[in-house]
């Protein structure tokens, strides 16, 4: 097993991006406001995400209907259908693509809580409203809300041999590739297998690919990151992605053998305490 799926600094990775555990957020309360996995409504007032994506939260997100016109919410009991409205619209012009092509039907994973912040379980991004998991399998078909309730969603890739499997056909590649050509994506991020497929397999302009980073996990859906907002003055912008279309030695280096692990692992940090501007949007009535 190589550093496809082993992260090596788990607590490093989380507050990087956040496909391993999150530290219990309820451990670490900072104020007297209400955790924002126990809100059900979104905050009031125009649209803005605050803070980055690994601490932050949302104002104004709106939920993206359990159903639409070529996508479905998944796991809806979580309450994580929510996003800054830049978000709902980008997932519904996807999913018009997805099934104009005649690809499938989208299925959405998680997105934000209704107010954004730090989940409890499975990410440590996803905190601004404007991150996106979305499942690679296009042929569930429509599924009845209580089906929907499920993690087993089939993995792209064979982790032993470090490549793309026969799931990941021509559909799973154009679904990339569609959901990098809107402007206000930034990042998507896929396991280094995939991106090594979607690499080889571009025959013309790899230029798209350059959104497309490598990363543990992320075998069975992709993670779709859009850009601040124009005029979001609280949301902090990330640097962007490494110049290229990062097909060359960057991605290489993920195939190989991770360096040896010297003494005890270092104790996971506990997350920072949230932006004073969540904190009181949390403290609004729900
Ligand atoms: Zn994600």
């Known amino acids: 097993m190589g550093r496809l799926t082993r992260p090596i600094v788990p607590g490093l990775l989380a507050l990087l991006l956040g496909t391993a555990p999150v530290f219990a957020a309820d451990t670490h309360q900072h104020s007297n406001a209400p955790a924002p996995q126990n809100l059900r409504n979104p905050g009031k007032g125009s649209p ?3 803070g980055t994506y690994a601490n932050g939260c949302v104002r104004g997100a709106e939920a993206l209907p359990a159903d639409g016109q070529g996508f479905q919410v998944m796991n809806l009991s979580r309450h994580r259908n929510y996003g800054h409205p830049q978000l709902t619209a980008y997932l519904k012009a996807l999913a018009g693509e997805v099934e104009r092509e005649g690809l499938g ?16 379980t499975g990410h440590a991004s996803h905190q601004m409203g404007l991150d996106v998991d979305i ?22 890739v064979d982790t032993k041999a470090q490549r793309v499997n026969s799931q990941f056909g021509p559909a799973q590649a154009r679904l990339v590739k569609l959901a990098a050509a809107a402007p206000n994506v930034t990042r998507i991020f896929v396991n280094p297998a995939i991106k090594l497929a979607l690499c080889e397999r ?22 779709v990151r859009l850009a601040c907002p124009a005029g979001a003055g609280q949301c902090e912008t990330q640097e962007p992605p490494p110049e290229g279309d990062g097909c060359g030695e960057e991605l290489l280096s993920w195939f190989k053998p991770p360096p040896p692990v010297t003494g005890p692992p270092p104790a996971p ?17 729900d």
């Open 269 to 285: 940090k506990p997350p920072p305490p949230p932006p004073a501007a969540c904190l009181a949007l949390y403290a609004e009535p």
């Open 105 to 120: 039907i989208l299925s959405i994973g998680d997105m934000s809580m209704p107010r954004g912040g730090r989940m409890q």
């Open 48 to 50: 803005e995400p605050i």
């Open 202 to 223: 571009e025959t013309g302009d790899k230029a798209w690919l350059h959104k497309v980073r490598p990363w543990f996990g992320h075998a069975a859906h992709l993670h």
């Open 135 to 156: 499942w690679f399998a296009l042929d569930l078909g429509r599924l009845a809300v209580p089906a929907r309730e499920r993690e087993d969603f089939a993995s792209m």
